[in-house]
């Protein structure tokens, strides 16, 4: 089957707006919108058996063309199977069939490959598999994690120890919780996108890692054109004296939100503002139908527990080099 694939270009219009939508492997990474916004080169296909669309393909490449190279703010990329209608096994055996003329048409068109596919999508035989009986290049795999929480009970009238992620979190982190709670931190939404690039200053200077005016003026600009293509949200948990501890900027896409963004007030580490900018905000997603937000990475030993800390689901992803 395999062989009579075919890659057709594609348009990021609406139509393949719709077809990453309605996929349970697209994201909001792989929108028009949001490629839209990214300062990058894209390529973009779909894989079609005659005129039915099996999947999408959107690939990030260099100025040339020729490498395939990805985006550090393109957290998943690379194949989007299509919501399909047949049962476990015929949809297994499909998948297998676009992963194998995948892996085959990018050997074929580019010079070297570098993918983050999404984490539902687990099985990754036929990539493994290339090339599998010679001594011709192989695809190598590096395994990455994000986790999930499912925040759909946040729309009930639950008391907090009713919550089922609020059990799942960890000791401090229920600690935490409760501490902002009866410090009367309050979570607002926010419209002020230069208070985030201002605090994502001072925490990556805590870190020490250089952020200059142009970074923040980048990251602004960035913001601004995300908040014009795609559904962004921006909340900032303030203390009892109206002062910004903590940010966080969501993307939304269905009923699932992207944690994009989190930068805090180092001289407010001790005001449980941190917690609370999360927390609180999956009572504010869970309002506009959001079930389940993506922290969106687990791969710092700096960043990875305190994600892990609210009781999410741990998954894997794949990222595909060759």
Known sequence: MSKTLEFRPALLDEHWDRFVRKSPYGSVFSESGFLSSVNCSVDAFYVCKGNEVLAALVLVVDASGRKIVGHHDIIYDGIIYRHSPLNRAQCTSEQFYVQEATASFLAENYDSVVLKLHPDITDIRA?????????????????????????????????????????????????????????????????????????????????????????????????????????????????????????????????KAYYLYGAGDPEMRDSHCGTAVIWQSFYKLAAENIRSVDLEGVNSPARGWFKLSFGGLLQSYFHIKL
């Open 127 to 255: 990539l493994q598999w290339h090339n599998y009986h010679n001594d011709k290049p192989k695809y190598q795999t590096v395994v990455r994690y994000t986790t999930t929480v499912d925040i759909a009970e946040f729309s009930q009238s639950k008391v907090l120890d009713e919550l089922e992620l609020y059990r799942n979190a960890s000791v401090s982190r229920r600690q935490e919780i409760r501490y902002g709670l009866a410090a009367g931190v309050q979570v607002l939404e926010s419209q002020d996108l230069n208070i985030v690039a201002h605090l994502y200053g001072k925490t990556m200077d805590r870190q020490g890692i250089s952020f200059c005016n142009d970074s923040a003026e980048r990251m602004v600009q960035f913001l601004s054109a995300l908040r014009l293509s795609c559904d962004l949200r921006v909340f900032e948990a303030r203390d009892v004296n109206n002062n910004v501890g903590n940010v966080a900027v969501f993307l939304l896409q269905n009923d």
